[in-house]
């Protein structure tokens, strides 16, 4: 529901090209689900997830698994 939503804002309000933090953090599901639904009719709009990347790696890693476990401490 919350996917359909952020489309029908996203419908009514063309001049919206940014959504920061949509979803919960840790919801990889909720994010996928949203990034599809978005990306399929406006790519002009962008998703925004800085709560994820205040974390610290460990919880990057546990939650997103955007940074494979063999990427370990190369900062």
Known sequence: ?????????????????????????????GWKQLQMAIQAKHEQVKIGVSKWFKSDLQTIKDWTQMVSADDSDQE
């Not at 939503?5 to 979803?23: A, G, M, S």
């Open 1 to 29: 529901m919350l996917c359909d939503w952020y489309v029908k804002i996203i419908n009514d309000h063309p001049l919206v090209t940014y959504l920061e933090d949509p979803v919960r953090v840790g919801d990889v599901d």
